[in-house]
Structure formats: C-alpha cells, structure tokens
C-alpha cells in the first residue's frame, strides 16, 4: 500500500509529525539496543534508519548495545563452557576478554558503521573510554560480572554536543586495568539518568508489561512507578521483567522523565513510539504523571 | 487513502524521506510566497507547515512575502484608484504608505503569527530594518517604486544563526526616510544571493516553464541558464514569465545553487520538492549542472 | 547661544557627560514613547537622537511605542466609529486589523526608519514575532482588547546583544491566531520587567506627579511605592495618572530599578534624565531607595 | 559661558556629537602623549577625561606615553649628569635603569590611577610584559638607546579585547634581559601600525606644521604623505619636525589611516579632532586621501 | 642511581627540560606503537606514562597502534591459518572480523584503560568511527587488505581540542558496510599528515637507520628526504625499511614536520627524543632541514 | 652527580613527576617571592625557572613580590634615611613615591623580562592597574603605609584565563590618587584567597616553623590552623612569625587549601614542595585537614 502513496501524500504524512518533531527537538533519547531487533538484519536497518532520522530532526540519540548471542558464539568458537551459578553466567578472565572483544571490536563498531552508512554521524565508546563506566566485583563466584560504581558521563556530552551519534558497550573498568560485563539494562538506566534523558527505550522481545501474560491484548500502556510496585507484589511483574522493571524505576528516580519498554519486534517502533501518536510497548513514568507525549505543551 | 496507514507505515514514509533531509540539513532555503498558495487558507496552512518542518529538521528557511490582494483591496476600501505606465502601478507617497501598512502590518504579522502557531519561531522584517533592503527610484514616472541598491543580509543571518524563521516584508528604504514599493520576486533573488543559499523557491500559479503553454504534459523539468536564454530567444519563455525568469538568473548569478519555478496550487509542494523523488515545477540551475537533488554525494 | 559655543567648549560639555555615560554603560532603558513627543515632529527627531546617542555610549535601549492618533485617523478614513463601554474602547475584528496596521506597518516601521537614519541599527518587533506578547480576551464587551498572559523577552534580548535598538509595537497574540489591542503602558512596563530594566522611562504629556495638578511648581521629583500608595489614597494621585502610576509599580514589582514619569514636551528629556543632572519629571523608586542618579559608586 | 548652559542645551551638544561618535565607534585610536600636556595638571586632566570618554563610547584607545622631565629630575637628584653624542642622550646602565623605574614605575602607574579615577578601567604595560617592544643597541655610542626590532602586540589587543585602556611605557628589551631607551614617537607609530589603528594621535607642543613657523595662521591642516617629501625638501619640515613626521609617514606605510599631529596645549584637543568639526593640528594621510572625519559614509 | 637523587636534583632534572617543554607545547605529536615496545610490558607501561606525560604538559599525542602478535594469537586459537601472497597476508571475511574484534575490541581497549590509570584521559577509535579512515580493496588477491581513500581527521581533532588522547585502531571502511585491514604505518603517516603533526614518531624494533646494518654505531641521526632517495638506490635502504621510510616521506610531503624511526626497545624513548638533548633513532625532515629540535627559536 | 645521569634516568625522573604534575594541573599556585630568594642571583634565576615550568605543565602562576632591600637602597642613594614607629616604616610621601617607582618600575619589570627570558609569557600588575588593590591609611602616624579595602581580582583573572603569569607589585591605591606602601604577606594572601587559589607559597629566610627555633630537626611540617591558634598561645609562633601565620589563616579563611610557609633559601623549593614526595617548610591548612598532596584522588 505505501507503493501507491503519491508524493503530495508522503509530504502530507511528514506534516502530521510536525508536532511530535518539535516535542523532541534538542531533547535526549536513550535507546537500549538487545534482543531480537538486533539480531534480525531487517529490523537492524530499521532501528538504524529511526536513529539517524531522529539524529537529523535535532534529537540528541544515545545507542547502548549489548551482544549476547554474539558472545556465545565465539566463546563456543574458542572452546569455552558456559557455566552459570544461580542464573547468572560466570566470567573468567578469558570470558570478559571475549567479551570485551565482541562488544567493543565486533558489534559496536558494526552499528557505527551502520549508522555512518545511513548517513548518521557516530562515534562508538566502552565503559573503558574516559572511564565512561566503573565497576567493581559484584559476587566473587561471578568473576568479572561488575557492579557499576560511577558513570563519567563526560564523552558522551562531548560527543552529543559535536553532533555526533554515542554508541556505547556496556563494559566496565576499575583503576587495577580489568574490564567487566556488565548488564545492559542497568548500564542504560545509569546513562540516561546521568543525562536527564527525555526518554529512555528499552528495545525487549516482548509486547510490554502484560496483565495476564498469555494475553497480548491485556498490555498496559501507561504505568506509574507506583503502580509497577503493586503490580509486582501480585506477582503480575514476574520473572525477567523484574529487573528490567527495576532499572526503568531507577532511570526515572535519577530524572529520566519517561522510560518505555518497548517492542523491538515491530518495524520503526522508535519512530512509532516518539513520532506517531501510538506507542509501542509500555510506558513507565514518575507517580505524578506528566501530560502524554504529543499532546505537551 | 491516507486515514488507512498504519501508524508502522508512516514511521517507513519518514525514514524514506532521510536521504533528502541529510541533503538539506545545514542549508539555506529561500522561499518567495505569494499568488495563488498565498489566498486559499488552506494551501496557505500547508505551506507553513512545510516551511516549520524544514526548520525542525534543520533547514535554514527564509520567507519573502508580497501581498498584491490584500494592497488593492485596501487602497479600493481607502477609496484609491490603481492607475498604470507601461503596465506597472504608479505608486504615489499614499500609495506606498498603504503598501507598507499592508505588506508589514497585516500580511508579515499574520505570517508570523501562523508560523508560530504550527511550531515555529517567526520574526518579521521589512526592507527597513537595518536597512535590509536599499533602494531609489525606478522611473519617475512610477513613483515610489523602487530599484534595490544594497541589501544589508546582517539582520537576516543573525536571525537563522539564533533558530528563528525570518519573515521578510518587499519594502525597500532611503536614506531620506522614504519607502519602496519593490518587486517581490526581485528582493527575493537579491536576499537568496546575499545567503548564497541552496535553494530559491518561486511560489506561482503556474505548473512551471512549458514548451506549450497549453499543454501541462510540455513541463520543462529541468533547464540550464543558456538554456532559458535560447528559450526565450524562441519565444518559448515570454511574457510575465521572462522577468521571473530573469529573476532566477541572477539569483543563480550571485550564488544561489538551484532557483525552482514552483506551482503553489499543489498541495505540499515544498516539501514535495525538497523530500521526495518528485519536483513541482521547473528547476534552473547554472551551466555545469550540478547533480540532481537526492541523488548528491 | 548653543552656536556660540567654541568646540572647546563643546568638548568640555562632553566630559562633563562622562560621570552619567559610566553609570549606564551595559545598562539597560526602556522608553515607553508615545504622547506629543511622537506627534511633534522636531520632539520625534530629537527622541531618535537621544536614543541612538544612548545606543552608542553602551546603553541597551528598547523602544515601545504605541499610535492613538494614527489609528484613530486610519479608523476615521476607513469609515470606523469608535464607541465606547466604560472609557475604554471597543475593538472588533477590523478594528484590531487596523490597529495591528497602522502600529507594526506603519508607526513601527517610520521609527525604525528614522533610527537608521540617525545612525543607529533598529528592528522592529511586534507582540507576534516570537510570541513577545500573549493576550487573551481582557472583557468581553470590549473585543480584541488583550489582557497580558505571557511576555517572551527571548527575541528582544537576542537584538539587543547583537547591538541592535528593538523597537516594539504593542499588539497581542494568542495560540488561536487572533491579534489584541494592548495597552502600551502595561506592555512596557512589562517588557522593562522581564529585562530587569535599570531605567522604565514614561515619556507623557504632562511635567510628572503633581501636588497640585493646576501648580507646576509642587512637581514631586521622587517617589517611593508606598509615597504614592498614600498619594493615591489622598486623591493626590487620580484620573489617568492611576493606570500609569500602577505600571510604575508594577514595573518596579517585577525589578526594574527606577521607573520615570517623564515630561515628554521638554526637548532631549530622555539625555536630560540621564546624562546630566537634571531630571525631567517623577522618578518612582522601591522602598528602599536607592542611590540618586549620578552619584552612584 | 559655559556655566550658562542649560542642561537641555547641553543635552543638545551631545546629540551633535552622534555622527562623529558613530564614526569612531568601534575603531582604535592611539594616543601618543608627552610634552606640555604631561606636564601642565589641568591639560593632563583634560586628556584623561577625553581617553576615557572615548573609551565610554567604545573607541579602543592606546595611550603611549613619554616622560622625559620626570627622567631628567630623577637623574640630577641621583647625582647623575646628562651627556649627549651628536643630540642624542648617552645612556649607560645607570641611566636606562632610571629611565625605566620613572616610567614604568611612576609615570605609567600615575595615569593608570589618574584614568581609573576618571572612571576608565587602565592597565600599564611595558615593552618588558610579553616582550612588547623588543630592541637592540642603534649605536653603540649612545648604550642603552634601542632601535625596535619587534613589537608583539598581543598583550595590547588582549587588553583592548576585555574592555581595559592599555598604557604603555617605552621601554624596549632583549633576550639578554637588557632594557633599552626607545624614543617615544617611534614606539607610538609601531603599536599603531602592529593595531592598524583608525588615528595615531601625536601630542605636541607646538600647532602643527606651518608653512612658517613663525605664523601660526599658516598651519596646515591635511596633508599627504607625498606633500609632505616636497615640504621637507623645500625646507619647511626641518628641524625637529623631521623626526616626528617619519614617525607619521611610517605609521600610514604601516596601516594607520590618519596621523594627527596635534597642539597637545589646546583643553580638549583629542575629543575637538574627533568628536567635532574643527581639527587641532596637522592630519597626515596616505597619497590617495580618504574622506574628511565627519562626513565619510 | 636514581634512587640515590635528592629531591632538589629530580626538580632541577625537571627544570633542565624547560625549553623542550616549552619548544612542544599546544604542538601535536602522534606516535606509531606497535612492535617490542608493545608486547613488553615494563616497556609497555613506559610508554603510557610518556604519552600521559606529554599530554599533561600541553602536548596534543594522538597514539595510533597496530597489534599483530595478537592477532595472529587469536587466529591460531580460532584454527585459522595464515596464508601469504607476495609476503603479504591474504585477509578473507572472518579474518578481518578477526583483525577488527582484535584491535579495536581488545588492544585498543586496553590501551585505552592503561592511560587512564597513568592519569590521561583516552578514548578510542578506529577507522569506522565518523568514518576516520575510508578503503578500497587494494589487490583482489589480498582480499580485504585496504588502501586508504580518505582520511576524516574531524573526530580526532575534537577529542584532541577536548583534551583527550586518540587512540587509534588501523581499521578501514567503505560504504557498503566492509571493514580493511589497514597498514599501521600508513595510516599513521596520513592521520599525522592530516593534522600537520610537529613530530611523527614510528616505533619499531631497530635502532634506526643504519649505514652498515650489522653495525649499530652506524646509525644515522638524522636525515633529509632525498638523502633518502639516495640512500635507497644505493641499497642502504632495503628491506623492510623500505615502505617504512616511504611513509616518512609520505607523512612530510603533507605537511609533518619531522619523522623519527624511533627504537622502541629503548626505555623512555619517546620523553628522551623529545624532552632531552639526545634522541633515540633517525629522524626524517624535508630537504630544507630546520634547526635541530632544543634549539629552536 | 646529576651531570652523570643518563638521558634514560632523566626521563624517568620526568615520568616519576607524573602524578603531582597530575594533581596541580589547571590549579592555581600563589607564590609570595621575597627575601634571600629575591636577592641570591643562582636562588632567583630557579625561582623564575620554577614558575616557568608550573605555567608549561598547566598550572595557572600567580607571582607576588615584595623589593624591601632595592627601596632601602634607592632610598638611601635619595638621601631618605629611615624612621619607625612600633617597628613600622613611617611613609611619607616622597617615601611612597620611591615604593612606588622601585616595586612597579624596577623590580617588577625585571622580573617579567627573567620571566619572558626562561620562557614564559608574563605581564606585570601594580595595586593601581584596574584598582587591584584598594587601601586606606592604616594609622595616621605611619603617613602611606595603607591597610587593603578592597582586592578587584579580575585583571589577574583575565591574564590568567589568556594564559600569562601575572607579576604582582603590592602598591596600593585609593580613589583621590594616592598611593600606599602594602605588606607584601597580606596582599599575597588577599589575592591568593580572591583567587580560591590550589596553594599558596610563602617564600621566607627560615625553615618553617619550629618547635623550638634553634633546632631545625624541629620543624613541622603540617599544622592546622587551630594547631596554630594553640602554638601562638604556647608562644612556639613568635615573632615575625605571627603576622605571617596570621596571614595564612586569613588565606585560608578565604578559600586557599593550602598555604605553605616555605624556606626559599633551598634550591628549587617550590618544585619539590609541588612535584616530590618532599615539601620544604610548613603547611598551613583548615582544620578538617584534606589528603597529603601526591596522594589526593
């Protein structure tokens, strides 16, 4: 269908942005970049193209990435086990050097590129660069799994301000000179806060926070942080999205104004969640509610 | 046709639309308004919403109004009688104050005022401040109308440099405190040459250069200076349209890249023009022509 | 006996100047122009002089003004009656047009002129570039009169810190488009206030606050807000001096330093008050009274 | 007389000084100061006065300064006694020691305080602070007498680029760490030339040039840089003007525009050449004469 | 021995380099790590505290690095085997997704972290990033063994004035979304070029360039760009010391000032070169060879 | 044993400054030069070496000096012969005016062209440049021995922000033109406490403060300023060293961190106090005493 638009209509659809264009314009948007958005090639090109364009309209766009299917192959490559101790993976020496190496040599430079050849300008960063992110041991048995202790986020206002895109791995350093893995989300949260982000997008491989999670049609579109807290002492937040669920509380106590966990497996879902007047996924705000966006001051 | 897209298909005509906003990004588009574009409201509505999305995306847009309709109908309302040499408006001291009043007090400020309602920051100038646009008598015989002798592109600058839409009203000034009744198309070639801007934009009521003026299907979509020369030696270009063209020619001679003749009667026109594969007129360009839009390194 | 005066002694009137020049350098003034000293035409020449001289010794000068008499006159030639409810004109539809005409068209662009020629840099503004002022319905019975509801100072500091004189006309707008009659008194001493003015100059028709309204000799010289509240409640201060009175104080609320009621009938008033020792009408002050003029540390 | 003047009369001198205030607005003028209006303390109040009113008006002035009857005082009370090879002052170690206490440390410092007290914001320099003037030995006869082998003139604009009136004593140096005696005149027309200032002004005793010196009605007001070979030639420059006018002629070689030489014992006389119709002295110019001050576009 | 220095003697070792601090300061210098200086790591960690050095006292080091040894190592562990053509490594697909996880993931990292915990402040790139190094294919045969196209210097420049150090990863990239396998050396010499570096210093493992290369007090200290030449045809240059000394050339032909073929084995070679009287290795200059550094005006 | 260090073993002592250099850089350092330092040639010239370099590795030097000996002697020379009340110099005004010409026209100025020499960019300041320092008399029997009013630090800003060392004479002045002879100690103070300055230096003729003075071995090293407080009680601090230990708490009082009573008589003083793990002297600091300098975070 959108073969046949002809040109006066295209122009006409880009009018009708016109007022969620001018909410965003010179605000920060965080995008955490995982799952399935990232290992699909189309939705790759997708996910590139909506940053670059909200690069181009005057949004300040931040890209942190994990990798971990990535990761998992080469570690099978090179003849590594994983071994996990109450759910989390441990990260020998070796391990968070194959980490390092394919978050911060492999995928991270793949985006950069990406977004250079869709026109963007980007500049990729580890936790390493300017010490962007500290860490420390989390739990012995985990190794190198850190624990961010500080977030210098200097290099990245250095680099929103020159105009160019950040991408950034979630690895940490400490002053011994190791690294660490560190959680993507968490690393997100702590970013977009250090910025007082506009919004931070958490790209999942799910609807949203479900009601009845058999049910897509039981999404909750809006939710407080208060709410969030109800809903997960009745046990309606369950599982993986607890956590998630915990670092969007966190973004917003340190002044992120709204964070959406957002369905990285529909099309342009950035675009649709920023520019259209439909979202994508779940939007988690402060207990007093600001206005809903596109309809702002 | 356009009720039916999905909020997913709009985000995919948005992210078409990248390779032109990166094309003019930074730049500086000149837009003559007037005619036609200019008296039905809702093709006026659509041009300013063009012209706000081109700023929030990055363009540096300048608008240069005239305000035939609104003039004659006021000297008629004044009880003035229009009176003409060789086809032009002898414009006497009452005449020219009346054009002032019109052009700079209701036509520039309405403009203004609709810019700032669909989002964008307007301010209005006239040829006399800061004396942007110098002028003397043309002929004796016509009064006060007005041959541009310097234009003062200062106040112009330091309004796009601090994010504002200028909004420039055709009157033209002296240092003895007279006032100018001056060609619309005239000061906008001098203003786009003063900016050396990408773009002039020559909002009319026709399709653009025909080779039959009957036949709409004989457009002329492209044409090089010497090219509008032989045309016009031919008797092709003639009439109202030969000082337009003239216009386009000097504005290309001062260093304006690419001038469009464009048909204010299609809706969205501009942004058809500068956001899509298609134009909506005639583009002149110098000799050595330049590569064609949306197709540039 | 000025033309007697050697050029020596010309250069020694000049250095007598420097303890005032000082005071001002960097400040900022707002004169509040309207009255005789607008309609007589030496006064006007000699009000330009004083504010491009102000201009050029450092000072940040805004100019306000207003246009009874040209409105009236337009309203007159156009067939338009006034009327009345409660000494306040009623302004419909046409007639908010022609007094948005005649401020920003005509008597806008006239001083704008008349500034460049005198050697300063002028740009003429209205309550709709920018959004300077917004107004919403003051009473009902009286149309398009505007109460103020906003002052966006952005666009006039921008001009001043270019070095430019802005000068504004009084006119409203609102988000629906419409144009309102705004009282040029309140504007200006709402303008002043959100500049953090060190000097509101009135300039009027009468010598200042009399004790005596029939006595010219019991001008008061200086006020304080609550002088005057007690004046007031005295009926010293009464008919048309309340309104103007209550934009001093209002003036002064909002952290302009000194508001004069100047005596706009006395030739370079404004260079009188400022550069030399001698004031020209009523200073009102903050309680604490600063400091007079010129003896300032 | 002056007494008698009204303030409103007063005010209008001022406003008579607008175009020449316009003129130099902006411009640099440089102040070569010395003889009798050093030594008379009214003239040196009168000068300081008018540098920083200049300054007020936002002229950059540069106030280079001699000292000589200061030097010789200090010399006889040290006990030391002048000797001089073919006109021109030995000076031993001693000497140039004495020379630059009384300059650098008295005689600068003096008018530093005289011009902060004025109401102008001063610094001192020497040739010594960031090697200002930097000097060798003219002849070895002569010691510590310095012919300029640089001028570096960055301390200057800095100075003048944060708002302050720089004072400089000429005083050379050299990588030694010498201090050299640097004629007063030739120092004034280097930092001119290094400044392409807009006036270099020369202070003096006597009216100008004279076709003959023995009439002062014979005073040439202009005259070019060519006129003045052929006076030299005949004869009419002679003497000490001969010196004194290279120094002008190299300033306009160097980039100065206009060289004033100027009667230093007339009150005012800086601010009658520039800010009125009437000149003190002779203005040197280069071949190709500019317009008259006061009347240039 | 140091041991036994009193703390005077270490400030007066400190003050002895003053004018080689001085000579460097705000100058750029970039260095080409690679070699034993890379894989020893006491040597390793001197040259970081070298680079940190420079950096502190004003100098702006962009540190380009290589990585071979560890490629290779991963190579091996991931069974690959190296295959050459005409001496030069063929690189498929996987062998340049080798190359860049390698170097940009795992060298540059942990470079980057060791001058942060020698107290610098470092950020990493590589040639994707802004697209600081575009390739071709330079031999079909080699596969994805890039020839530089262009340089971006941009982002370098932007870290550098922010006062960061570069540090750089030789990897290139083309528009279709390939990554090259960039020679060090060359993209050195052109990243030095770009920035009209001061010094360009090559680390290696030999002493230089030496006239008899069995004999290590042959070497030669300095040389111009067409001894070189002669050097070469007369077999005296030969090896792998050929493309070396062709980037030398390479790097001076666009516009560095000095080249130095420094032996990377030494320890402090780069503070020595630099900071002291006696450099480490050849330095290459243009023909027109200017003063020996340390005695520079 | 220095001349026997290898170029290796310097740069290694470089680097081993590498985390003071660290510590200080961007900070601002006092130094209060006077004394045996002022007066020993060899002392002087590593004085000015010292500065030199603190100013190449980026600390912001400020240098205030006293000349107590070259006044005396000027003084003498002149036929002065000195009078004292209380152990005060009475200063007449003759007496000022030597104060005057010694301080700012020889001492200052030597040392700025010692400065310059060792290849530094610096410019010298007196109490009278841009009111400095402002002063009133401290008791009339001493004539012009002034007591500060006021210090205006924005010069010394300025050269500092322009990257200069400013050289500080302690004259100072008021508003009626008069000149004052201030103490050295607490206008170093004053200045060093406007400037929130890192350190400042006390360069004495004596150790530091000492347990008991005729013991060396009992020097200490830290003290707090209530430490202080109870060592004058004690009467450990004596003497002239009172007003000098006063002087230290009132900088402190001011902002200063630190304040270091050093013993100038040593050879490069202030670089070991700043670069070594050694001081020279006594340090001053609050009571809630910071880290150990070197070992700061």
Same mark, same amino acid.
């Given at each position: 269908m959108l073969n046949e638009l002809s040109n006066a209509e295209r122009a006409e659809v880009l009018t009708q942005a016109l007022p969620y264009i001018r909410q965003y314009s010179g605000k920060t948007v965080v995008v955490k970049y995982g799952g399935n958005a990232m290992v699909n090639e189309s939705l790759k090109q997708q996910v590139m193209e909506d940053i670059v364009l909200l690069r181009l309209i005057g949004v300040k766009v931040v890209l942190v990435h994990g990798g971990?299917?990535?990761?998992?192959?080469?570690?099978?490559?090179?003849?590594?086990?994983?071994?996990?101790?109450?759910?989390?993976?441990?990260?020998?020496?070796?391990?968070?050097?194959?980490?390092?190496?394919? !978050?911060?040599?492999?995928?991270?430079?793949?985006?950069?590129? !990406?977004?250079?050849?869709?026109?963007?300008?980007?500049?990729?960063?580890?936790?390493?660069?300017?010490?962007?992110?500290?860490?420390?041991?989390?739990?012995?048995?985990?190794?190198?799994?850190?624990?961010?202790?500080a977030v210098n986020i200097e290099p990245v206002s250095d680099l929103l301000e020159r105009g160019y895109i950040p991408v950034i791995s979630t690895i940490g350093c400490d002053r011994e000179g190791n690294t660490y893995n560190i959680n993507g989300d968490t690393a997100a949260a702590r970013i977009a806060g250090a910025l007082k982000a506009e919004r931070l997008i958490m790209m999942t491989d799910i609807a949203g926070?479900?009601?009845?999670?058999?049910?897509?049609?039981?999404?909750?579109?809006?939710?407080?942080?208060?709410?969030?807290?109800?809903l997960r002492e009745k046990g309606i937040i369950s599982g993986g999205m607890i956590p998630k669920v915990e670092c969007c509380i966190e973004a917003i106590r340190q002044g992120v104004r709204h964070v959406i966990i957002m369905d990285g497996r529909v099309p342009h879902s950035i675009l649709m969640e920023l520019l259209t007047d439909e979202g994508a996924g779940t939007m988690v705000s402060a207990d007093r509610l600001g206005p809903k966006p596109g309809t702002e001051a």
């Amino acid at each position: 269908m959108l073969n046949e638009l002809s040109n006066a209509e295209r122009a006409e659809v880009l009018t009708q942005a016109l007022p969620y264009i001018r909410q965003y314009s010179g605000k920060t948007v965080v995008v955490k970049y995982g799952g399935n958005a990232m290992v699909n090639e189309s939705l790759k090109q997708q996910v590139m193209e909506d940053i670059v364009l909200l690069r181009l309209i005057g949004v300040k766009v931040v890209l942190v990435h994990g990798g971990g299917p990535e990761i998992s192959e080469m570690m099978e490559r090179l003849g590594k086990k994983p071994e996990f101790v109450d759910g989390l993976r441990v990260t020998d020496k070796e391990t968070v050097d194959i980490v390092q190496m394919v !978050l911060a040599g492999k995928v991270n430079k793949t985006l950069v590129n !990406l977004l250079e050849n869709k026109g963007g300008r980007a500049v990729g960063l580890s936790g390493m660069d300017d010490r962007l992110i500290e860490a420390k041991v989390k739990d012995e048995r985990l190794g190198f799994v850190g624990e961010i202790t500080a977030v210098n986020i200097e290099p990245v206002s250095d680099l929103l301000e020159r105009g160019y895109i950040p991408v950034i791995s979630t690895i940490g350093c400490d002053r011994e000179g190791n690294t660490y893995n560190i959680n993507g989300d968490t690393a997100a949260a702590r970013i977009a806060g250090a910025l007082k982000a506009e919004r931070l997008i958490m790209m999942t491989d799910i609807a949203g926070i479900l009601r009845d999670r058999s049910d897509i049609s039981t999404l909750i579109p809006e939710i407080t942080v208060s709410e969030a807290s109800t809903l997960r002492e009745k046990g309606i937040i369950s599982g993986g999205m607890i956590p998630k669920v915990e670092c969007c509380i966190e973004a917003i106590r340190q002044g992120v104004r709204h964070v959406i966990i957002m369905d990285g497996r529909v099309p342009h879902s950035i675009l649709m969640e920023l520019l259209t007047d439909e979202g994508a996924g779940t939007m988690v705000s402060a207990d007093r509610l600001g206005p809903k966006p596109g309809t702002e001051a």
